[in-house]
């Protein structure tokens, strides 16, 4: 069946609960980190944890909106596309996010 391809291309990588509200947590996943946020309203993203400018850590970051700030040298990044917002350049990887029974899932390339 077509679904059960599907979900073979999801990777579960913790628990939304584990997720604070306003905050993110660092999921090691397949030699790289994954930063995976939960913004104030309850939405979750997962991107490259390395900030495209030093490799900062965006997980230890502000969250902020749809946004989350980097802790080193405030570079903002959108957390829907990886893009650094206003005249700020680079761009970190994003992973499709689906919440499943509690569950943070994240599209993994094959
Ligand atoms: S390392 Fe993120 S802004 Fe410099």
Same mark, same amino acid.
């Given at each position: 069946?077509?679904?059960?391809?599907?979900?073979?291309?999801?990777?579960?990588? +913790?628990? $939304?609960?584990? !997720?604070?509200?306003?905050?993110?947590?660092?999921?090691?996943?397949?030699?790289?980190?994954? &930063?995976?946020?939960?913004?104030?309203?309850?939405?979750?993203?997962?991107?490259?944890?390395? +900030?495209?400018?030093?490799?900062?850590? =965006? @997980?230890?970051? #502000?969250?902020?909106?749809?946004? !989350?700030? +980097?802790?080193?040298? @405030?570079? !903002?990044?959108? =957390?829907?596309?990886?893009?650094?917002? &206003?005249?700020?350049?680079? +761009?970190?990887?994003?992973?499709?996010?689906? =919440?499943? @029974? &509690?569950? $943070?899932? #994240?599209?993994?390339?094959?």
């Amino acid at each position: 069946m077509n679904s059960i391809a599907k979900i073979a291309e999801w990777t579960d990588i +913790c628990a $939304v609960d584990d !997720v604070p509200l306003r905050g993110a947590r660092r999921v090691r996943l397949a030699g790289m980190e994954v &930063g995976v946020f939960r913004n104030a309203s309850g939405r979750v993203f997962a991107i490259d944890n390395q +900030c495209p400018h030093k490799q900062g850590p =965006l @997980s230890e970051g #502000i969250v902020h909106d749809t946004s !989350v700030t +980097c802790p080193l040298h @405030s570079l !903002v990044i959108d =957390l829907e596309t990886g893009k650094a917002r &206003g005249e700020d350049e680079g +761009c970190v990887k994003t992973f499709e996010v689906a =919440l499943q @029974s &509690g569950r $943070v899932l #994240i599209k993994m390339e094959a």
